[in-house]
């Protein structure tokens, strides 16, 4: 099986394209959905004891974690000691259940692949790539979202110039839909039949 980790700075389009992995039947987990589940359950407790007032009812309470690390940013390498271990344990899981069932390729959807040394637990990276200004646009029509808050995520993330050269593929989402669609097409095309050692060596 080959995994392929798909990675791009906020606001890139990695959901886009992990939308259109998945329309071609390819397995995609998502870091990012595992962290909203452990945030619901086992890492409710470490995080409240490493930051009161994180919690509410039970559950991780974003805004609040959130205002908390924009004051402790060194509170993320806290939370990245905490959080981390337990997605990589979902993901194994989700990666094993793909082997049993015999899946040629599996796409391991994550932010910080590159910050976290994920590239060593896959076989390939696609990172997907905008301009500056159409990444801004796209983040700062979030709910919520603020310049200030954008600018502190990006200081915790590689920049996508070193992320494009390191990558194996890059998808360009600046364009129609159809377009990126069509770059991950070709990426697939050039992927076929290509079998991977990452699942064996990280995995299994």
């Not at 500056?132 to 200081?155: F, H, N, S, Y």
């Not at 364009?175 to 992927?191: H, N, P, Y």
Request: glycine share 8%; with cysteine; hydrophobic share 45%.
């Amino acid at each position: 099986m080959l995994i392929v980790g798909l990675t791009g700075s906020i606001g890139m389009g990695k959901s886009t394209a992990a939308a259109y992995f998945r329309l071609r039947s390819i397995a995609v987990i998502d870091a990012d959905a595992e962290v909203h589940k452990l945030y619901e359950g086992v890492a409710v407790e470490p995080i409240e004891v490493a930051f009161p007032g994180a919690t509410r009812n039970g559950k991780v309470d974003r805004p609040a974690l959130s205002a908390i690390l924009l004051q402790r940013p060194e509170g993320f390498k806290v939370l990245e000691a905490i959080v981390h271990p337990l997605v990589q344990a979902a993901e194994r899981d989700a990666l094993q259940a793909e082997n049993r069932r015999a899946a040629a390729m599996a796409v391991l959807e994550i932010p910080l692949l590159y910050e976290t040394g994920g590239e060593s637990r896959v076989d390939v990276v696609v990172v997907v790539s905008a301009p500056g200004e159409v990444q801004r646009r796209r983040v700062l029509e979030r709910p919520g979202m603020t310049a200030e808050k954008l600018d502190a995520i990006l200081a915790r993330q590689i920049s996508d110039t070193e992320k494009r050269r390191r990558a194996d593929f890059v998808v360009d989402t600046g364009g129609t839909l159809a377009e990126t669609e069509a770059q991950i097409d070709d990426i697939l095309k050039s992927l076929e039949g290509r079998d991977g050692t990452a699942y064996t060596r990280c995995w299994a």
